[in-house]
């Protein structure tokens, strides 16, 4: 069974860098039939995706936030990671990573609990 | 950029209810559509893939319709265990993108 977890810090200063890392646990992210994303979800608000990482470290980013957000891969360690920077109280979400198919129906089908994120000085 | 216009935002119903949710796109997504539950506090879970297919261990309850702009998520008959939030979710591949619509908060009357 395929299994994602979140780590990272849950406070971030305004201006700084968030920086989330997603071990994946029963498959490899080098898998060709997987993308692994990360998608936030602000207090009360609704999901927003944020971006995608492929096999060989290909990327897609949402446009909205494209300028601020790097997403990598560490395949020694079966992880992925985020970066988000200059953020500012906007940010303060709860941040998931999950998995989404590579072709045919794209739906996200295994997620992580999720983490919350605040942004505070 | 695809917009994913959901209504209503909010739903007030009674066990045994029809109800129906829908979501409009700002243009053609062919069937390019999804849809989830999400409880309080928990992950979002898939109830229907491109617009119309039942997610595995989804109850036959839930059904999906549309094509196009115009899309709809049914409960035929409301259960205490479906008061959730629930989002469409769109995607396209070229480039990669994803738009969940704003969400429909499902209460029990």
């Known amino acids: 069974q395929l299994h994602l977890r979140e780590s990272g810090p849950r406070l971030v200063k305004p201006s700084e860098t968030l920086a989330l890392t997603c071990t994946v646990s029963?498959?490899?992210?080098?898998?060709?039939?997987?993308?692994w994303g990360w998608i936030r979800q602000a207090p009360g608000k609704g999901l927003e995706w944020i971006g995608s990482i492929y096999y060989g470290g290909r990327t897609e980013y949402n446009p909205s936030l494209k300028s601020r957000v790097t997403i990598s891969a560490d395949t020694s360690k079966n992880q992925f990671s985020l970066n988000l920077g200059s953020v500012t109280a906007a940010d303060t979400a709860v941040y998931y990573c999950?998995?989404?198919?590579?072709?045919?129906?794209?739906?996200?089908?295994?997620w992580g609990q999720g983490t919350l994120v605040t942004v505070s000085s | 950029d695809i917009q994913m216009t959901q209504s209503p935002s909010s739903l007030s119903a009674s066990v045994g209810d029809r109800v129906t949710i829908t979501c409009q796109a700002s243009q053609d997504i062919s069937n390019y559509v999804h849809w989830y539950q999400q409880k309080p506090g928990k992950v979002p879970k898939l109830l229907i893939y491109?617009?119309?297919n039942l997610a595995t261990g989804v109850p036959s309850r839930f059904s999906g319709r549309g094509y196009g702009t115009d899309f709809s998520l049914t409960i035929s008959s409301l259960q205490p265990e479906d008061i959730a939030t629930y989002y469409c979710?769109?995607?396209?591949?070229?480039?990669?993108?994803?738009?969940f619509g704003q969400g429909t908060k499902l209460e029990i009357k």
């Open positions: 999950a998995r989404h198919a590579a072709s045919g129906p794209l739906t996200f089908d295994f």
């Open positions: 979710q769109q995607y396209d591949n070229l480039p990669l993108m994803f738009t």
């Open positions: 491109d617009a119309s």
């Open positions: 029963g498959d490899s992210i080098s898998i060709t039939t997987s993308y």
